[in-house]
């Protein structure tokens, strides 16, 4: 202290040494602070100060800031900032370093001038510094130095590392690797007005809107356009295995609201495939909480398959619907597919791919030929026209079908059997019936085949196989046998269709004459 000063003032104090020092900063639900720094009339007062200080050298200080009530605090540790002012310029030059919530932070440049400070003024400043990895530039005016909410500022930054640089403040980036951001933050109703400039990984992109803290964004409303030479790179880094590997742009607004995203007429294009979406987002990698309403054109519908997981047919095609992301697996409502003339409806459960367990669908689906679709059947289709209306359910290891839906995939394979079998042909009706059948669909087919002059083999059992001899010794339409010309019942199903016990060689050998007698070849 200049003892001097105090007579004539104002008072110098050559020199100010504080430490260990803990300051709370915390905002209510309102975003008012708990400090006060300057009176309302603030700008009013003379220029100059009663006191000057020379140096100042803060020790051991641990800064806590609560943007609001329920937010995680922020705590910046400084263990040395030292201040000292310029006589020439009336600057205030800074250098310090210290941490930020355990991240290593070092600080240089000036604060603007000891009087605007002194007076609780807005203060001009330019500051350099690192926070980890990244470089960071600072320079512009701020109404309140401990105010997230009232910048204007130019920054820029730049680091090895981008999920790293976003997760010291709260959030979490899919995307990795070098990145280079500048723009401004300046005052803006209800928060910060943002306006980036940004690349990462060969993604470019802008971000325009408001967030509500600097400190704490865990609130934001953004205008979002970036573009990316490789789709299939940025999915790979976001957890999104399967987009094609073709130039990608996106156009939209993203919101966060209590620790939810959500999306707004945001345009996705990929290749040659348009994507309009909207709704909420789940956390990657698995996206689950996804809730989209999406409508979508493209030149190539099988140019999705990987990422669907499913196997399209190729062609131009729309889609629209509600896709959710559930924990077990891919929802959808009232979603339609148009492609190669058909249509297909569908709301339900598309489960876990590629196996859809918990396939549960109630499907319209019409068209001229149903021959394309057969990728996404997984099975060979019969070409021509087709209808089939009905509820398609993964059960265990087969599907369940309701009665339209299982007279439909009847028809289709009564008539690729018509395509397929010759006089002569071998044709094996083998296994269980699927859920929901009964044996006059078995009837029918095994009808079909020796109408059309194959040779029939049936392997089951059971009463199955009991009904469906009984019913096929009725002859066809032309007077020849409907009879299997071979079965292969073990000795347990030949013995229900004996109606007896066949303990011997020679019982199970009588048993089966039996069954040739009555004309099984």
Known sequence: LDLLSLRAGP?????????????????????????????????????????????????????VYRARPEAAPVTVDVGQLEAHLDPATRRVEVGGSGRWDRTPWELAGWLGTFDDLAAARPIDHELTGRLGDTTIEIRGRARDRLAPGQPNLEV????????????????????????????????????????????????????????????????????????APD?????????????????????????????RLTLEDTTLRVGGTTILVAGALGAPPRFVGTDLSVRATGSDL?????????????????????????????????????TGGARVRASGALGEPPRALGLDLTVDATGPDSAPLARLAGIALPPGPFALSGRVARDGPGLALDAP??????????????????????????????????TGSWL????????????????????VLAELLQALKDPLADGRSALPALIKPNRAELEELAGRALPTLAEVAEAAAALQAGGVE
């Not at 995307?175 to 280079?180: D, H, K, N, T």
């Open 405 to 438: 839906a299982l007279a439909a995939a009847e028809a289709a394979l009564a008539l690729r059997l018509d395509q397929l079998l010759a006089p002569g042909d071998w044709c094996e009706l083998a296994g269980s019936l699927p859920p929901g059948a009964g």
């Open 302 to 338: 099988a140019e999705l398959s990987s990422i669907t997981r499913l196997r399209l047919p190729p062609g131009p095609f729309e889609v629209a619907g509600r896709f959710r992301r559930e924990e077990g697996g891919l929802g959808i409502d009232d979603a339609e597919l148009r």
């Open 11 to 63: 008072i110098r104090v050559p020199e100010l040494e504080i430490a260990d020092v803990r300051l709370l900063l915390e905002a209510d639900g309102e975003g008012r602070g708990n400090w006060v720094f300057s009176s309302p009339r603030a700008q009013d007062r003379p220029s100059g100060s009663p006191v000057e200080l020379g140096r100042v050298t803060l020790l051991g200080l641990e800064l």
């Open 444 to 463: 029918r087919l095994a009808r079909q085949v020796r109408t059309r002059g194959a040779r029939l083999v049936i392997d089951t059992g059971g009463t």
């Open 156 to 227: 820029a930054a730049a680091g090895p590392d981008l999920a790293a640089a976003l997760e010291r403040f709260g959030l979490r980036s899919p995307l990795g690797g070098e990145f280079r951001v500048s723009g401004r933050f300046t005052p803006a109703g209800g928060g910060v007005g943002v306006d980036l400039a940004g690349t990462a990984g060969g993604i470019a992109a802008t971000a325009r809107g408001v967030v509500r803290a600097l400190a704490t964004p865990d609130r934001f409303d953004l205008a979002l356009e970036a573009t």
């Open 231 to 259: 789709a299939a790179a940025v999915g790979r880094w976001i957890g999104l295995e399967g987009l094609p590997p073709r130039p990608a742009a996106l156009a939209g607004r993203l919101r966060r609201e209590a620790g």
